[in-house]
């Protein structure tokens, strides 16, 4: 897409529905839009007015355009009006509408139709809406300030993107307090055309911005989310507070937002493939927002702690530890030089307590002699007030450290009330985060690592292009299978579907005589398995369809005749799919590979433990095959307890890993080539030693009821299998 | 102990080195006494002067007594001087001595030789001693406040015992600017004599205390923890913020306290058995306790939000949700009222979202409806300020909803900077906790509601006493393992000993010839098993030492001579123990049961899954047999994933689960009764369907080297067993 800077930076604005009363929106953004500074064309629209708060006013944009171009309009009139004007906008070449009228999407049917309607005029002429129902953008290096919000943040580097405009004008408000600035300000409001996606490539490239934060509810579209969120994190922190991550909160979300909800697992692994750093609080939000914009990302995971007192120097050390940092282990020289600079009774080991009587001069050598110890990433210095301690003196030290080594993360916590009050305000004030309470510290440097680890870690994607299949043959096989008039493929039909994709399966054929089941059997070899092949019977066992370990022809021919016979009453006359004939292959670890569908982001890979731990464990590990990067089947392996098992537990040989994650691949890449594939699963795959590879035993796969499959996956229809089932059944579609 | 009233309520109190220059500890201590307003004898003393800040000063302790008793000291003298004075204090019947003083245990041997020496003089003249190394102590009610702290705290209702004091002291600061007030301040120092649990047992008397807050590094005496704990928390809550949660974080503490850290779960143990809340940050001790102060405990989980915008509400949800609280499921009937009342845009189910434009008594009517609905235990009220709203006002409706409604805990967060501050300023003014952010509210009804739920859940200690048990017969195979010189005990002998405490054990006996054998074989029943015994094969099966299946008489026999010859060219002279013949018992469900010893809370009994799995799941719950209350063992079992096995997975029929709770707890009363068993488990213990009971089918038992084993536990020599082995040691020693 176009950037929006053109939006952004608009050199002409018209507010259309600019009034003279104050308390009106349209007259709110005009004086926000003066008082912000605006250096372009300002103009009021109003055909009752001539002029407000000193500006000409034109009765239409038609007029406003006759004197000269309009950008982008900032929309405040009822909205029965809007799409008429959104026409006339169109017409005489706006390229952008902020629409801040409300009344569309959020009050029901007529209110759908009515912004159903605003997409199309607005595509029509090529105008580019922002909103409907939304409090505005704001620029504060363009200047400008297209919102109602009744504060201009503070020009700062952090782009925030809120869904909620609620809680984007509260945040503005706190921000203040805070000294928390703002490169944009962006309140998405119904996202009918522009959404979170262009609003994040358009930040990604801005160059003021150093920080992307936004506040959703719901990603409107998973796939280009998927591409453009990765290419962003890769130039700055993305950081999402994604509202519904409960069962209850997606509820509250989707009713708000009228959206259906993805399933949040699905949003889980969206951010972690992207790269984007998902944060849980509001606090946490703004504390790792404001510590990005300020301080360098850490190179690593190591911290070091130097106090004034050992018990917060505990609370912090178990933090770090809590939340996965690490303390930081001091080589012998840097402990011997603390050694020597501190009083006897100081700890020099990490924390380093300098002890409570400690002056600047103090925590200043502390700080000179850790700033060398190449095993120091991030620095975190705590104060308690005691008896003659000098936050203040301290804040100095600190920065001085600080800018000595800008190459380390430093933060401060001074805990306290007056007291360290102007020593926290020293260290804000110069960009270093400072908090009363040492963990919120510890939470920030986490994010930051969070961010720089995945970042490290990121692969490239996948290249599915690259994988050699034979799609053609699928694509005969679903024929045959809709021609059929059945959307459930037969267990033999499924098996050579995934072998078409490289699935190694167990040898199986149809037979339709107990002369054809022996030829097949002597084909594959015994021991063999026979099962009954019929879409309807869903539990074979139980009815008398599955004869195993059959290890000679005889035993074959009696087993394809007991199974006919038992099955008989329970086949109607196109039922007669005939015994499947299945080589019995040696027992390896059972594993499960499964596939189901997220609404957002299609399709999602699944990895478990197999066998009858399954649904006790929970041992399941999932991907999305859309932004798949290289380096995820390996991980997912990896996440689960069955990796474990995998590489030889109580002196078990290793299982063929690579093969496994090779079956992964090639699933990924078949439920990719082929929407149509509702569910796939394959329960159980074998799993053999190193270099004896794995094989598929049993085969599932179900189609959407029409081959474009994904359209019906969007509305919500697709059910998905087994583990992942439950899951997006009980989340999704509420 | 006595109760420490006479401490806090001191009528005389002399200040021991009171000094006449400011900055020095004896000066201030001197001061804050004065400035506090306390009403008692005050007396300063000082061998060199005659009047400090207008008190007549004493030459000593006597001279001062020769006028008047003096019940307290506060000693701010030199370490070197503290013995005497102490002893001089003691013999003039002085009962309680704060001793500020550092330079004891906290600066190595000469200091800890000092300590020693320190409480013995006051346990020979019966003086208590706080401290030393403390800040002191506070009460704001008596009042007093014979601490160098450099604040006296607003009078509350908060007793906060801090181990470390330069914490404490910075959160005296805190305080101050956060408007929270204590009952009393407890500086613990070193805890040389009076500890945690002498303050936790004196707050819980009283009557201006109504919740607990303790920082801590250790407990010092585990078993008197559980006892006071568990009766003060009946009382009113108590929040621990212990230390050391992490390894790094034990190190720390361990290295700051000199004392030996018990391995954290146990303390997580003793917090859930004792009904103590733990908390995990600094905020969050400090949200929680002034919630507990100014709220009712919620009557259960359910709370209702009631909000102006709908992102915060579903922030909030999430929160309540992830923190394992419930959205309260309105009534039809308020439902309809709040359709009936609110705008037609409103959101009526929970969250309630009254909109944007609500004015306070769009508030008040929404809250009015749901304080009539019976499935309300609690509310939170967000704000977020938008055009017209009206913080204060609704902080208005939101007291008079709380006067009407004492019964419903209600909870506020204004969203926001400046535009709010007020409206929060009226809510904290009225008792009612807000916040900022709608989180940290959330988190503090959660923390009310673990309590609360704690207290309705605790059962009565489970009574040992009364169960019928063999001790004798113990004591005899204990003294025989002793005579031979072992403290592993032989498979057979520590059956015998389980089975003496009511453990059913496979049936088993010691054959010292192939015919002994086969008439044990004869006696139990065919088949069984033969194990080589003797303590020093530890892995009988590599040297071919065990025999499975033996379903004859000549098998027994021919197994014996092939056992012994097998294993003869590793028994010593005296290894020759024989060989167990055990009846081999029918496969059941595979279970372990396990103890080890904490170094601080003594014996910690370990359940859960048994099998190859063990290792792999680390499906195990534990808890402490001090301390055990009636449904601690029913829970103990439910806590775990075998649980799911257990009561019938796929269609299995359910396991003995009686039977095993009778197991675990008879194990718990053994290793009880027998401090000298060091570790002992129960693997594999084979569980059968419901009414068949479970088996023991191996059980060790090793003792410490002296019968006097809880020392040996103290000093922490114990190893561990099992899963808690890798556990302890992990943790603990440092």
Request: negative net charge; proline residues 5%.
């Amino acid at each position: 897409m176009a950037s929006l800077k053109s939006l952004f930076g608009a050199e002409s604005i018209a507010v259309i529905g600019a009034s003279k009363s104050p308390g009106k929106v349209g007259h709110n953004v005009l004086k926000n839009m003066i008082e912000s500074g605006y250096r372009g064309r300002l103009v009021p629209i109003n055909p009752k007015e001539s002029e407000i708060l000193g500006l000409k006013v034109y009765p239409s944009v038609t007029a406003a355009v006759a004197d000269g171009k309009i950008e982008a309009v900032v929309v405040t009139i009822p909205a029965k009006a809007v799409v008429p004007v959104i026409e006339e906008c169109g017409r005489v070449g706006v390229r952008y509408a902020v629409v801040i009228t409300a009344g569309f999407r959020e009050v029901g049917a007529e209110g759908k139709a009515r912004e159903q309607e605003l997409v199309e005029v607005a595509r029509r002429y090529g105008v580019r809406i922002v909103g409907p129902n939304c409090l505005g953008i704001i620029d504060t290096h363009t200047p400008m300030n297209a919102s109602f919000a009744p504060l201009l943040p503070a020009r700062g580097n952090i782009a925030f993107i809120s869904q909620s405009g609620a809680f984007g004008a509260a945040i503005l408000d706190w921000a203040q307090e805070n000294n928390v600035g703002f490169s944009k300000f962006v309140s998405l409001g119904n996202k009918a055309d522009l959404n979170e996606v262009d609003f994040i490539e358009d930040a990604a490239e801005d160059e003021n911005t150093k920080v992307i934060l936004c506040y959703l509810e719901d990603i409107k579209d998973g796939q280009r989310f998927l591409e453009v969120a990765w290419a962003a994190s890769r130039k700055k922190p993305i950081l999402i507070l994604k509202a519904g991550r409960s069962e209850a909160g997606t509820r509250a979300a989707s009713s708000h937002t009228g959206a259906l909800a993805g399933n949040d697992r699905a949003y889980d692994l969206a951010f972690l493939q992207t790269g984007v750093v998902r944060v849980e609080t509001m606090q946490e939000c703004f504390d790792l927002a404001t510590s990005f914009v300020s301080q360098k990302l850490p190179r690593g995971r190591r911290v070091v702690l130097v106090s004034n007192a050992g018990g917060p120097g505990i609370i912090a050390t178990d933090a770090i530890e809590r939340m996965g940092l690490a303390m930081a282990r001091l080589e012998q020289s840097t402990v011997e030089k603390l050694r020597s600079l501190l009083p006897p009774e100081a700890a020099v080991l990490n924390p380093v307590d300098v002890l409570g009587d400690a002056p600047p001069s103090r925590y200043e050598a502390a700080l000179q002699v850790v700033g060398e110890d190449p095993n120091v990433d991030a620095v975190l210095v705590l104060v308690t007030p005691q008896a003659g301690t000098d936050p203040v003196g301290i804040a100095e030290v600190v920065k001085k450290f600080h800018a000595a080594h800008p190459e380390i993360t430093v933060m401060g916590s001074m805990v306290g009330g007056t007291l360290v009050s102007e020593g926290i305000k020293r260290l804000l004030d110069a960009g270093i985060p400072c908090f009363v309470f040492p963990e919120r510290a510890v939470a920030s440097i986490q994010g930051m690592v969070r961010y720089s680890e995945a970042q490290k870690a990121a692969g490239a994607r996948v290249n599915f292009d690259a994988i050699r299949v034979n799609r053609e043959r699928v694509e005969e096989i679903f024929r045959q299978v809709r021609a059929d008039g059945r959307t459930t493929l037969l267990g033999v039909e499924a098996a050579q579907a995934a072998a078409a994709y490289g699935v190694t399966v167990a040898p199986a054929g149809l037979a339709h005589s107990a002369e054809q089941a022996v030829t097949l059997a002597e084909e594959f070899g015994y021991p063999v398995v026979l099962k009954i092949a019929s879409p309807k019977i869903v539990h074979k066992t139980d009815v008398g369809g599955v004869r195993l370990k059959l290890d000679s022809a005889e035993k074959v021919r009696a087993a394809y005749e007991e199974i006919m016979r038992n099955c008989a009453p329970y086949l109607g006359e196109n039922d007669r799919y005939g015994v499947e004939v299945q080589k019995m292959m040696p027992a390896g670890r059972e594993l499960i590979i499964g596939m189901a569908r997220d609404p957002v982001f299609g399709p999602m890979l699944m990895f478990g433990l197999g066998g009858i731990y399954v649904n006790l464990l929970k041992d399941v590990s999932f991907r999305l095959v859309n932004g798949l990067r290289e380096g995820d089947i390996h991980n997912m392996v990896r996440e689960t307890k069955a990796y474990t098992l995998l590489k030889g537990f109580r002196g078990e040989k290793p299982a063929d890993i690579a093969a496994i994650e090779e079956m992964l691949l090639r699933v990924a890449c078949l439920v990719r080539d082929f929407p149509e594939i509702k569910e796939m699963d394959i329960n159980p795959l074998f799993a053999y030693e190193e270099g004896k590879g794995a094989v598929a035993l049993d085969v599932k796969i179900s189609l959407a009821a029409s081959p474009v499959a994904d359209e019906a996956t969007r509305n919500g229809e697709a059910g998905a299998s087994g583990q992942i089932a439950a899951e997006s059944q009980s989340r999704a579609g509420n």
